[in-house]
């Protein structure tokens, strides 16, 4: 373990100490006072440098869980495989984690038959935890009381260049955790970063470590990386490494097969929207997502269902659906909250081709009217075809309409007709 680091002072970097979550401030001068060593560490330091604003401040202490409970009363200890510490303000916290030895050089440290980690919970000295974290940028640590930012392994060099570079025998690292491998995707997307040799080498030949990762765990991932304001730059690098077909394999075969380019520009055009309303603050949707990814799949099979069996279009929609999602969970969990609003945003799309004022506004006031509306627009965009582009333009104007003409840009009802021909025969009696 070198002993060597890069001590910056507060003078030599440009981190904007207004820019630092006070009460993670208080915590690490409480925690310095009872005599432990404790520091900003992680991805907030790494944001921090580079003048972002970090989305959580993480702590690292000498102090054992138990030690910080004792600090501080409205401190709830989680976790059985990495014991952490969480400071609660209300509803929010901060995490504080007992700085950890890697996995091998402690006792109750081990990895399984594949090299994975299984247990992890061994506490360390600073230089230690060091050496288990992923990336060089991700191991910088900020004493927010001194203004100092220790550097134990080129992890300043690293940001500067824009590089990303793993702790450590890249191999080992992506194998003991594959999902590092996506990590490594999302911040090259994020921070702009370069990944350096064997880093970005790896990750094509070792993908398929990722078959192995808990479907749960890839949902977060997948999530991070597609709703994290870099989604369209995420999609590429997925695809470069090939990585999509490990996390999306329905979408890459979409993608594969997709000769019109059409689905390619759905996927591209959501993307980018998203991107987009996450950079403006508004809020996106995951089922939004999902419906996106899966959409090609879904619609290729309904056409399917529908030639076989002869139902209608919304119940071959719906039939289609189950058999899609089924199979995504198995390897990307998309929880049953969101996999059921994304159902419904497919089997609204027929209902747009309704005309009749009473029918469309039953469909107006559906509460899942304005997703499946834009996912409307994005399919319409993206060259779906004609009758969509006839549907959505006169979704549009059926909304743009005042409410009383509305219903001159309406279809008579099919009783209503019903009624005309009756009148019309009585008069021609
Ligand atoms: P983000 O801004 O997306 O939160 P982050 O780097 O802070 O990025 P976190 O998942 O919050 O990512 O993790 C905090 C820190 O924990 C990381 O910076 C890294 O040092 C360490 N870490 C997280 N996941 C891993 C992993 N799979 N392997 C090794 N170290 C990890
Ligand atoms: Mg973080």
Known sequence: MPEQYILLPAAEHSIDPDAIDPRSRDIIKRLQKAGFQAYLVGGCVRDLLLGHQPKDFDIATSAHPEQVRKLF????????RFRLAHIYYGRDYIEVATFRAPHDTGQQGSVDAQGRIIHDNVYGTLEEDVWRRDFTINALFYDPVSGEVLDYIGGLEDLRARRLRLIGDPQLRYREDPVRMIRALRFAARLGCSLDGETG?????????LDAVAPARLFDELLKLLHGGYGFRSLQLLEEYGVLGFLLPLTDESLELDQSGCFRRLLETA????DQRISEGKSVMPPFLFAVLLWEQVRVLADEIMEEEGCPEVQALNLAAGEIISDQVQCTAIPRRFSNITREIWTLQP?????????????FNNQRFRASYDFLALRAEAGEGEEVMADYRWWTEFQQARPDDRAALCAPSARKRRKKRKNKSRQED
Do not use: K
């Open 351 to 363: 209902r747009f081709s309704y005309r009749e004022l009473r029918r469309a506004n039953t469909l």
């Open 73 to 80: 009363s409205s401190c709830r200890l989680i976790g059985r």
């Open 201 to 209: 080498h790896l990750i094509r030949p070792m993908a398929n470590l």
């Open 271 to 274: 993307l980018q929207n998203t």
